[in-house]
């Protein structure tokens, strides 16, 4: 049987300039795709990008431990052998780095040659799994930091209140703040509280007791025990009746809870994760919905931005969508064209990713080439008649977008608004004056 030599590559994390430039060089030479980052935050991007053969990961960083980085990542990287590098003598945190997963370990000095070696060794492993998580495209300020935040809260149990506009990505998020945290090996159950009628919602999630209501024939356990050791996460929290509200005050109160018609009282071993596309204060404002669950519920509280906020990931998003629809119809990859990139940039998305995703599923279904044009992404709005916008253009309109909200929420303070958008206040007064934004 003939073996296909498939293409090897590696990241590589080695803050040390002339090791890593050596390696890089005799690794390239061997026809190895060697990706290089010098700081830990590097390598993490790297690393939610892609998958290589394999992992070299230097264990002491400018910006932090090579161990902290590893140990958080691994649960994510779907068994890519890793290869640690110590300081010569330091045995002892290469074996704690193996016992928690890692494979290998040099020490420094070292020779390319070994890595080679052992890159051999490695690369008759499995296939690299792809990234676990089904998102892309967090590449934004924005998004950046919303998983710095998420990273952190997945280490501790802290209730967390996800905001944001419909289809911006919420459950994507509380998803990759299960998988990213300490309850990744445990289930991710999500309920949507709207989808649900008031009735049941409340056996759903507590569970009932044979006989509990009529049509109860058998005990039902509820989510909250089936999300033990896991997640829960309550979408569209901001929907729940006044019963069931009150049920989950207990719950986040006590940390315990009853099945419906039952007494015996359970422990919740669930972390719980709840989401809004509501304004839950307004709420509460209203009366509709319980002050002491709002603050209960917003222990810490995250938005998720919606699209037209954060253009900078319209590129990779529509890329993995067009990605994921290919391999899903069994096609060919299609382009987009320049002018169906302007027209994504001028959209102003009132339905965030989830529609991008609808968008893109759609016109790969209806197109009749293997390039997606604006009219094909568009059809309503009749794109193949209007000039295409110029990149300039394109980028003054995403820009004047993008600047009159952050004004909005700034509440036109234009000195709070620079900072936010990182700019001197003269820069933004400039900007805005170019592109007719009144203060
Ligand atoms: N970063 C992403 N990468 C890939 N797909 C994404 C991403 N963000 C959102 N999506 C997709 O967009 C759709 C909407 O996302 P999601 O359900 O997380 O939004 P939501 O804010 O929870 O919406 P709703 O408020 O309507 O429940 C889903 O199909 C989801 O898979």
């Known amino acids: 049987m003939s073996r296909v030599a498939t293409p090897h590559s590696v990241v590589l994390i080695e803050d040390d300039t002339v090791l890593g430039e050596s390696l890089v060089q005799r690794l390239t030479l061997e026809g190895i795709a060697t990706f290089w980052a010098r700081t830990a935050h590097e390598g993490e991007a790297l690393l939610r990008r892609q998958r290589p053969t394999l992992i070299v990961c230097d264990i002491r960083l400018p910006d932090g431990n090579g161990e902290a980085l590893l140990t958080r990542l691994m649960p994510e990287l779907g068994g890519t052998p890793i290869i640690v590098v110590t300081a010569y003598g330091d045995v002892a945190q290469a074996v704690r780095l193996l016992r928690a997963g890692a494979d290998d370990y040099v020490e420094k000095p070292f020779s390319a040659q070994l890595l080679i070696d052992k890159l051999a060794a490695y690369a008759g492993w499995a296939?690299?799994?792809?990234?676990?998580?089904?998102?892309?495209?967090?590449?934004?300020?924005?998004?950046?930091?919303?998983?710095?935040?998420?990273?952190?809260?997945?280490?501790?149990?802290?209730?967390?209140?996800?905001?944001?506009?419909?289809?911006?990505?919420?459950?994507?998020?509380?998803?990759?703040?299960?998988?990213?945290?300490?309850?990744?090996?445990?289930p991710f159950v999500a309920i949507n509280c709207a989808a649900i009628p008031a009735e049941l919602l409340e056996s759903q999630i507590f569970g009932h007791e044979r006989g509990a209501f009529t049509g109860?024939?058998?005990?039902?356990?509820?989510?909250?025990?089936?999300?033990?050791?896991?997640?829960?996460?309550?979408?569209?929290?901001?929907e729940l009746g006044p019963a069931p509200q009150a049920k989950l005050l207990r719950l986040l109160q006590e940390r315990r809870f009853t099945r419906l018609g039952g007494r015996e009282e359970l422990p919740l071993q669930a972390r719980i994760v709840a989401a809004t596309n509501a304004d839950l204060r307004e709420r509460v404002a209203e009366g509709r919905f319980r002050e002491d669950l709002f603050y209960r519920l917003a222990v810490v509280e995250l938005t998720v931005?919606?699209?037209?906020?954060?253009?900078e990931d319209l590129g990779a998003l529509a890329a993995h969508f067009l990605r994921h629809f290919a391999s899903a119809f069994g096609q060919e990859e299609p382009q987009l064209s320049a002018p169906s990139f302007d027209a994504m940039l001028a959209h102003p998305w009132p339905g965030n990713v989830r529609e991008l995703r609808n968008r893109i599923e759609r016109a790969m279904v209806l197109a009749e080439g293997t390039r997606l044009e604006a009219a094909d992404l568009f059809p309503e709005s009749q794109a193949q008649e209007a000039p295409p916008l110029s990149l300039a253009e394109a980028r003054d309109a995403a820009e004047r977008e993008h600047i009159r909200r952050v004004l909005a929420r700034a509440g036109s303070?234009?000195?709070?608004?620079?900072?936010?958008?990182?700019v001197s206040r003269t820069t933004l007064w400039e900007r805005m004056r170019r592109l007719g934004i009144k203060g």
């Open 127 to 186: 296939a690299p799994a792809p990234p676990a998580a089904d998102m892309a495209g967090w590449s934004s300020p924005a998004m950046r930091t919303l998983r710095r935040h998420l990273l952190k809260l997945g280490l501790v149990d802290t209730t967390v209140l996800l905001g944001g506009e419909s289809g911006a990505g919420k459950e994507v998020a509380a998803r990759a703040l299960h998988d990213n945290g300490s309850r990744a090996a445990g």
């Open 216 to 238: 109860a024939m058998e005990r039902q356990t509820g989510l909250a025990e089936h999300a033990a050791g896991g997640t829960l996460f309550l979408d569209e929290v901001a």
């Open 305 to 311: 931005p919606p699209l037209r906020e954060r253009p």
């Open 413 to 422: 303070r234009v000195g709070e608004a620079a900072q936010l958008l990182g």
